[in-house]
């Protein structure tokens, strides 16, 4: 036990040799390869990332199938057209929607917008979620009248067609796949001026006078009712 | 599994299952202390919480805290007969403490159906919440107590580790303390 | 140097003395005596050895820590390189990059920090170093060992649940952690809050079995100032864990029921209040920091004497400011809620005690600098680390007092500052201490030297890209970045080239850091395959695990060692040996 | 120290900086002094040959001396960094002067709010300015804010200003600032707030009050319409 023992750390035998080399030349590799990786990474401007990574955002509130989820305020948004997607994305981002004091679930959805980098990654995720099955969202609103609604209908199929699959024309979106609820809650915001006031929302500003002819929150839920026999 | 030599040693003059059960205590009565603090941090902020303490029935808390200090003597019992070596007659004692363990249970099951039945429930607000949250995890011991003795009370039968009725029994007041800080925290203060 | 032949035979003799001399081994003694027949599953997987469980944990941690490293690996690419896809990871999104970092620093804290520093050292050191064979309740040990494994695995379950992980941050403020509709995890920030509640249940029954171990199973003659420090400080730092996690439990269990049953303990509509929640964290979390720091210092207290050959400066007074800093460190939680709505005049009480807590500190970093003088320092791989612990600790020591002091926390409060800050003493605490005990007592361990060489350029790499990762994070702090935000881009003031350079260097840095730990683990692998034997006792340090054969057998000694004196008599004037080992008479 | 980093823009910026300096320069002197200390001794008692270490216990009075009178020394500056940061403190958060302007802030997931008083210079009255995202203040004005939470923990930072303060739900905090320069700068929330924290920006516009003037008049025309 007298040894030091310094002098057994340093005088290595050959194998300690070889495999120190070893280890040293495959470290230099992973090192050049993490480093390269980084570089290039430095070097290039961002990719578009595929719609379907984007869209994992969009499935913490709307869900995995893009079905909605009523407590976080999320619509379905499953299988709505690229268009309308689109415009809303680009409004939400600029400030066009969800920016009205009032308007506490739009402020919600502006950051989601906020955070897509580009108009390119803007039509990835609309393509995305445009292609996906529309779902028949559970009926939640209860208390309306269909065919009183029917009539109150005529005005808006002008735009939004008989069957209310939407215009591109006329700007109008489908309403045959949403939910009940998001609907009441979007005529509410048209007609107290919380959605379509916001100069930057020309295609809500069409929207707003429309949702004014209804008198009050009983014919709101009339044509919501209506709207409602119309999902297929 | 023999004990290593570690355990048998006893360089503080305690053995080592009691320093150790006065140690699990310790952290115990942190966890309780806690939970109990936030309760009286409620309370206190809260007078409201006196309207719905009155509607817990505290002639039933009063039968349970005897029920639990009568088990508690049980367990005194039960030490006293192991100390003198007399392992059959101990589990007997223990398996009383067990009775009154479950006797407490089913108080408190009676009291909390009737109480739910009244819509007292645990989300009505923060003082059932706290109800339920610390005579539920108070609970927990006992049953935890229980099967513990009845483990204990069954290598004690054939006078095996008769050392351990008195750390159970250790054990056994400290589940007896809490419900006493328990009951008036919870019923009587209203 | 002891051959391995000769080795084998000291085992041997070990067991036949442990019979002879111990009738509580006894007959048992017969069936594992031939500890080399147990099956695979008995030896590693099931076994109620210290030994095995220290490495259980060791290994378990480490695994951890690599996921922690990744995570970290993820997220600092996303801020240096926002939006780009993360080679091996991909393109971070704000949920993801929230699910990292809440994970990153719960696996640091409660799956690194906690088991290595704590459960493995404790484990391995404690019956060693206090000279008895084994932990006074070994089944409790492996159940121990098992909840932590269960509870790791829970975290792990977390991630892959629909919703995936918790993304509250490790500090879990409700509401944001209570309502699935605010934090839109419902499976993973439950999941989150169970698998800290059981690494608690782990600690606990860890913590009791390391304290009785040390108050009542002390080899004959072992007084309390014969105790090694690094037993010490597991000792202390698991009374503490005990004296503070109770409250955060019973919270545990709140938080879990305001997320499933829908009770409002934290919510203010309904009676409860979310800054209750922030005092039951905070009592514990505050604590956490000496809890795993302790260990640590003690670690180092073990590797300056050997490697300086002196005797510690002031045993006492090291032990003395490890009681004051563990008392002191009760009184100091509100400090991290200053802006957080709380009292105003209660941020004056904690200013005092915060600011005053870094004198015990202090005056421990004094007695190891002391410790230094006059020694005959040798720089190998342990010492090294050991050092660097120093060092680098002192920074992150200074930097606490901008934030303890409420005047300047006002600005520093959830900035970068507070990040650098805390991984200036978290990792010289889970990183490098845990670096420089591996590297002492891997000889003891596996009965192997680690390779110098390798160790020395796997030091340097960590060190130094360590300080570039962290200083240009305290002057983003400074120019007021703040924390948890994966993009800069809607912040006009952060968005500047210069901070954007900074991130970038930080990231790069964390890069060749992450790196060089290829290198760790290629030492790992060939000096467990080829490593040089190691003897009894290569460092020639005086504590009782050195008297022992590497690794120990089960049992630990061949005759259960009586202490002499205490463990720091290194270089004592009129022997001719620089060292006395505490079990040697004279 | 710190505005070389960013600007002092509200009038106890200067306070807070100067006590970030004052704590660093004490704790730059015991950093540095103890570092040099310590990599001196590592340089001067590296391993010699024949020269044996030396036996020092550190329990005799003459060398506990080398840690008690740092100790003592360390305990001064602490009581000098206590008494400054407490007046800091107690400027800054406990008193606050009286107020010329209130403004209402109002976070929620994941945009702030704001509701300015109108012409008539008071709260919550029906011609209150109601913005998102975009807070206009007077320059040199002492505003109290009122600080609300609509869902879960926010914090109102200005860096440029050096305030920072949490919002809880179900609470009103109050708190004051007074800017003493023009110029538009970020406001940020600073405590992890949900999937959108990173995306929470809003903007203080800090104007003189004509310019104030004109912005309030153009709002209460828009609301009138």
Known sequence: MKTRFAPALFTRSQSHVVACLTSLVLFCVLFCVLFCGACSVAGSAAPTPAGAELFQLCAQCHGPEAGGNRPVNAPSIAGLPQWYLEAQLKKFKSGGRGMHFDDLSGMQMRPMAMSLA???????????????????PATQLTDGDATRGQALFVTCSACHGADAAGMEAMKAPPLNHASDWYLFASLGKFKAGVRGTNPADTSGALMRPMALTLPNEQAMKDVIAYIMTLKK | MQKPIATLRSATGISTGKLAVWWVLASEIVIFGGLLCSYLMHRLGHPEFGD???????????????????????????????????????????????????????????????????GFTITRNAFWSFYYCAAGLHACHVIGGAIIMGIIAADAAKNRELQRVELVGIYWHFVDVVWIFLFPLLYIAK | MAQPAEEHGHSHEGHDHAHGDDHAHGDHGAGHGGHHEEGFVKKYLWSCDHKMIAKQYMFTGMFMGIIGGFFSYAFRMQMAYPGHNVPGFGVVSPNEYNALITNHGTIMIFWLAMPVLIAAFGNFLIPLMLGCDDMVFPRINRLSYQIFLLSALVLIASWFVPGGGFGGAWTAYPPLSAKAQYNLTPLGSTLWVIAVALEFVAFLLGGINFVTTAMNSR????KMFDIPMVVWMIVIASILFMGSVGPLVAGAVMLVFDQTVGTGFFDPVRGGDPILWQHLFWFFGHPEVYVVLLPAVGIVAEIITVFSRKKLFAYRTVLYTAFGTGILSFFVWAHHQFIAGIDPRMANVFTATTVLISIPIAEMMFVYVATLYGGSIRLTTPMLWALAFIAEFMIGGVTGIFLGASGSDIYFHDTYFVLAHFHYTFVPIAVIAVFAGFTYWFPKMFGKMMNETLGKIHFWGTILPFNGVFIPLFITGMGGDHRRIYNYQNFPELATQELANLRQFATVSLLILLAFQFVFFINLIISLLNGKAAGNNPWRANTLEWTTVSPPPHGNFAQLPTCYRGPYEYSVPGREEDFWPQDQAT | MIERYIEQVSTYASDIDGLITLIGVIVGFWFVLVEVVFFGLIVAFREKKGVK????????KHQKRWIGIPHELVLLCDIVIIIAAVRVWVNVKQTQPPAQETVRIIAQQWAWSFVHPGPDGKLDTADDIKTVDELHVKVNTVYHFKLEARDVLHSFSVPVFRLKQDAIPGRVITGWFKAKRTGV????????????????????LIQTPEEYGTWQAAQAATASK
């Open chain 2, 52 to 118: 719905y303490a009155a509607h817990t029935n505290t002639t039933l808390g009063a039968c349970n805290t005897f029920v639990l200090l009568t088990s508690s003597y049980f367990a005194v019992r039960a030490h006293f007969e192991a100390e003198h070596g007399r392992g059959p007659q101990a589990a007997k004692w223990l398996m009383a403490t067990i009775g009154g363990a479950l006797m407490f249970l089913c108080i408190k099951s009676y009291e909390w159906t009737h109480e739910i039945r009244e």
């Open chain 4, 53 to 60: 270490a030396q036996y020092i216990t550190g329990e005799e």
């Open chain 1, 118 to 136: 580009n108009d390119k990654e803007i039509s990835a995720i609309a393509e995305y979620v445009s292609k996906l099955a529309p779902t028949k």
């Open chain 4, 185 to 204: 700068h970020d406001i940020q929330c600073v405590e992890i707030c949900g999937i959108g924290h990173g995306l929470m920006p809003a903007r203080i």
């Open chain 3, 219 to 222: 080899a004959p003659g072992m």
